[in-house]
């Protein structure tokens, strides 16, 4: 009995179990990001593109978790906050001759954060379904706001010169990605985290138990937003190009969404690991089926929702076999 | 002159519906007060309007020098007071003992605590409630009593003055029920003041110290529990006119009857 | 001031067609507590539906309005009776998912068999206009108008007269009592999700008469149906007309004063400031 509180002590120390998710997909994910950095001396473009895209939607996915997953305020159009960081970077070249990364991914932070917090405090007081279409309707108008704004660049975009030294836009998109996935496990396993996890499962209770929903939750939005707007903003740079259609993507939207879902929802090892297996999909669905491989695409969201709600890791935590698996399917039927 | 937790003509009209009027008492430190009342009484309202949920539309509520309504609903655990909800529902995808530690994190002293800090402070309030058994299970997992227990250990986490229990006792057996009082009297051994909602007259009787009973939205009585409970008006408003003005004439014939029987002693010849 | 006239009678005639549409959507979010994200993709199908029809058999799309709905209607009823009825009672996140992937499916099915190229319904009176005034009436804008008011006549008759009706309306006031009284609930389910495709695709009819096709047509009308249901209120026949025609009206004017680019903001704006003033739009009934 002492030995087992002692245990569960050490535990709660370290600050696994609970919230924060296993320990060993933590680490697992952390041997992962060590592997990632050695992509660039592999001299191959088209690899090093394939992973930083990786990289880049399991921060777009990291980030949606901290909102939608950890808070339960499901986003439907955080792609406002990548597109924001993508015309940040565009406007400090544009503008100023600015290149340098880290004050892109600085300065796009802030407006992330500033838009999370001007239209937080009205938007996130709507629950559920309106939540989703008002963040939809907040990047559609956004990105229609800004196709009209000459400029900002209209409707022919703006280029980027890009660095000579291309790989760093790699290292600086491993740099966002880890600093938000170490972010979302500091988040995890301390109090902020049971904050939005509260305001999740009952927000009126959390409220009763001194949890202030409007400032945790325009706080998880903020920080969800700053993640996607880093990521965001060094993918402009390696693009070379942005215009609005390209800076507010319904993929960038959809997919960190799916990557969410299909590595577990509220967790953190979830989105990265959602992140790699749906680019391993999509880039086999495109060497094999280019024409049709949104298609196939649509297909593949409709089966993870379908048959893996809650994620991959999950499956491992299943008991009960096929039977189990069958079962758990038929809880949301009538 | 300020009481501890002063009720003051405290009113709520929700559009048409007039759910409370004109609701005063005062609640001593300390004290264990019985909240009973009919189905629609108002009880629930008032206990949101205590709690902070509701700002009541008419009156006020003062507790530790404020007025309750101008504090913001998630910081009146601030002043001092918890509450219980009737429904319970505890956060299912955390476990006992995270559950409570919310509490701990948030309330009047969460400021100091770490993470840790307060999953200490949870155990402790588990051992307290009886859950430290199950302090790793989801709370998803706890058979009704031991949510309860739970809903009273997330208020008690709180560090509070007044805990406000509404319905906490519902849906239990009878052994169960006995362990709640327990519990309760645990509580006010530690100086906690009690406002208690029940339905079940045993509880309410064997542990508050005064007794309010609603009735309609207004307070009809108010008092020790033996008066409350005999008082005619609230016989009525629980049972009916028709029962209460036969329980009146009983009474009535009781004391005539005794009156006759009275032997009035002869002085003794001497 | 002619100009004021004409954006309001312009509103007015949008207006009907997004009604239509919003009818199908309200339909489904109020009773199944669905945002159908593929409403749009089935308003693509009806418009789809009737260039075939057309081009093929020369059928006036009118016409079509009936076929499609019944094409529309039994897809629909498939849809969610063997893909959709396995979430239907999961959280909204899943939901939204499924049916977005959907979207994505039939979408991009229709660009595979017609490819992407615009197509359009020209019909004998495409171009014919009347006059009421200072104000230019197109003829085939003003019909589908009437079609619009004439099929939102039809639902709010089903609804309150007829016995499937009434079983849709009490399976959305209590899933349990309504199961209970011998009310089939995975079947209504599918009759309403049906029905809320059926009216996507008679309401894409209506669009192929006076805008032209391409297979990614539907997305806009997604946001404009949940910003009239929102305006006008959910789960009410009367909701949907009302919304619709302010919308239509708001969208007329906004268009002519901001530019014709910024639709989906003025949408936003609208939803945004109805969201916040009066959540429960014109017509609905404030929930407790």
């Known amino acids: 009995m002492a030995a087992e509180a002692a245990s569960g002590a050490t535990l709660r120390r370290v600050g696994f179990g609970g919230i924060t998710g296993s320990r060993g997909a933590f680490f697992a994910c952390c041997g992962l990001l060590v ?14 593109n394939l992973f930083r895209g990786v990289l880049m939607f399991a921060t777009l996915s990291l980030g949606w978790n901290v909102i939608g997953g950890y808070t339960g305020y499901v986003s439907f159009g955080n792609v406002v ?40 405090v009205p938007i996130l007081r709507l629950r559920g379904h309106y939540f989703g279409i008002a963040t939809l309707g907040i990047a559609l108008a956004t990105q229609e706001i ?4 000459d400029w900002l660049g209209g409707g022919s975009g703006v280029t980027i010169r890009q660095i000579d030294n291309f790989s760093l836009y790699y290292y600086a998109m491993w740099a966002v990605c880890t600093a938000s996935f170490l972010a979302t496990f500091l988040i995890a396993r301390s109090k902020l985290g049971y904050a939005f996890v509260a305001i999740r499962e009952n927000e009126e209770a959390a409220t009763i138990l001194g949890v202030d ?122 | ?40 009484s108002g009880k629930t309202t008032l206990m949101n309007i205590l709690s902070g949920v509701y700002k009541p539309t008419a009156g006020r509520v003062r507790f530790a020098g404020k007025t309750i309504a101008d504090v913001a609903t998630h910081d009146v655990c601030k002043l001092g007071i918890a509450r219980t909800f009737q429904i319970v529902k505890p956060f299912a995808n955390l476990n006992v003992r995270e559950n409570v530690a919310v509490g701990a994190m948030y309330g009047r002293a969460g400021g100091s605590r770490s993470t840790a800090g307060a999953l200490d402070r949870a155990q402790e309030l588990l051992e307290i409630v009886g ?48 362990e709640a009082l327990d519990l309760l009297r645990a509580l006010t051994a530690r100086g906690v003041t009690l406002i208690v909602v029940e339905h079940l007259m045993k509880a309410i009787m064997s542990i508050s110290t005064a007794v309010i009973v609603l009735a309609e939205g207004k307070k009809i009585a108010e008092g020790a529990p033996h008066e409350v409970v005999s008082s005619p008006a609230v016989i009525e408003a629980y049972l009916g006119s028709r029962f209460a003005a036969r329980q009146a004439q009983l009474a009535e014939f009781a004391r005539e009857a005794s009156e006759a029987l009275r032997v009035e002693p002869h002085a003794p010849a001497s | 001031m002619e100009l004021f006239f004409q954006d309001l009678v312009n509103g007015i005639l949008a207006g009907g067609i997004f009604a239509v549409i919003a009818l199908g959507f309200s339909l489904v979010w109020g009773i199944m507590n669905i945002i159908n994200l593929a409403h749009g993709a089935f308003v693509m199908l009806g418009a789809y539906i009737a260039y075939v029809l057309f081009s093929a058999f020369h059928l006036d799309p009118f016409i079509s309005i009936p076929i499609a709905f019944v094409l529309m209607f039994g897809f629909g009823y498939a849809v969610q009776r063997y893909v959709i009825n396995f979430v239907v009672r999961a959280p909204m996140l899943t939901t939204f998912l499924l049916t977005f992937g959907l979207a994505l499916l039939i979408v991009n099915v229709v660009l595979v068999i017609f490819h992407g190229d615009i197509k359009g319904i020209t019909t004998s009176y495409s171009g014919a206009n009347f006059t009421l005034g200072p104000v230019t009436v197109p003829w085939a804008k003003f019909l589908t108008l009437i079609a619009a008011l004439a099929i939102t006549v039809l639902m709010q008759l089903f609804m309150t007269r007829t016995k499937t009706g ?123």
């Not at chain 1, 940040?88 to 932070?109: C, E, F, P, R, S």
């Not at chain 1, 969800?224 to 319904?250: L, Q």
């Not at chain 3, 805008?211 to 305006?231: N, W």
Request: glycine content about 12%; proline content about 4%; hydrophobic content about 55%.
């Open chain 1, 35 to 48: 592997v990632l950095l050695a992509v660039p001396s592999l001299h191959n473009g088209y690899i090093e």
């Open chain 1, 81 to 120: 906050f990548f597109g924001l960081g993508t015309y940040t970077t565009a406007m400090l070249w544009d503008k100023l001759h600015q290149q340098n990364i880290a004050i892109a991914i600085v300065t796009a932070m802030a407006v992330a954060a500033i838009f999370a917090l001007v239209l937080g």
């Open chain 1, 146 to 149: 800004i196709a009209n704004i």
């Open chain 1, 213 to 334: 929903p409007t400032r945790y939750k325009v706080l998880a939005w903020m920080i969800s937003g700053m993640m996607a707007a880093a990521a965001g903003a060094v993918f402009a740079g390696a693009n070379g190009f942005i215009d609005a259609p390209t800076a507010f993507a319904t993929d960038d939207n959809v997919f960190p969404i799916v990557m969410a879902i299909l590595g577990g929802v509220g967790t953190i090892a979830g989105p990265l690991v959602g992140a790699l297996v749906l680019t391993a999909i999509n880039e086999t669905l495109w060497s094999h089926f280019p024409e049709i491989h949104t298609l196939f695409f649509g297909a593949v969201i409709v089966l993870v929702v379908l048959f893996l709600p809650r994620g991959i890791l999950w499956l491992f935590k299943l008991r009960g076999g096929w039977r189990g698996f069958i079962a758990s399917l038929k809880v949301y039927r009538v």
């Open chain 2, 1 to 40: 002159m300020s009481g501890f937790l002063v009720v003051e003509n405290v009113g709520m009209r929700f559009g048409g519906l007039q759910a409370l009027a004109d609701v005063s008492f005062t609640v001593e430190r300390g004290a264990v007060v019985g909240l009973i009342g009919p189905n629609g």
């Open chain 2, 131 to 178: 859950l430290a058994r199950v302090a790793d299970r989801p709370a998803s997992d706890l058979t009704i009593p031991d949510r309860k227990r739970l809903e009273v250990a997330k208020a008690l986490a709180l560090d509070p003055d007044v805990l406000l229990l509404d319905e906490v006792m519902a849906g239990l057996n009878a052994s169960e029920v006995d």
């Open chain 3, 166 to 288: 009434r079983a849709i309306r009490a399976t959305s006031m209590d899933i349990g009592a309504a199961q209970l009284a011998g009310v089939r609930v995975a079947h209504i389910y599918a009759i309403v999700f049906g029905l809320g495709a059926g009216l996507a695709g008679a309401a894409g009819v209506l669009v192929s008469m006076s805008y032209s096709l391409q297979p990614s047509m539907g997305d806009p009308f997604i946001i404009k149906a949940f910003v009239v249901c929102v305006l006008g209120g959910l789960g009410s026949v009367e909701g949907a007309l009302i919304g619709g025609l302010v919308y239509g009206i708001l969208e007329s004017f906004g268009s002519q004063w901001i530019g014709t680019g910024l639709q989906d903001a003025v949408a936003l704006v609208v939803l945004l400031i109805v969201l916040v003033v009066r959540p429960r739009g014109i017509m609905g009934k404030a929930t407790a």
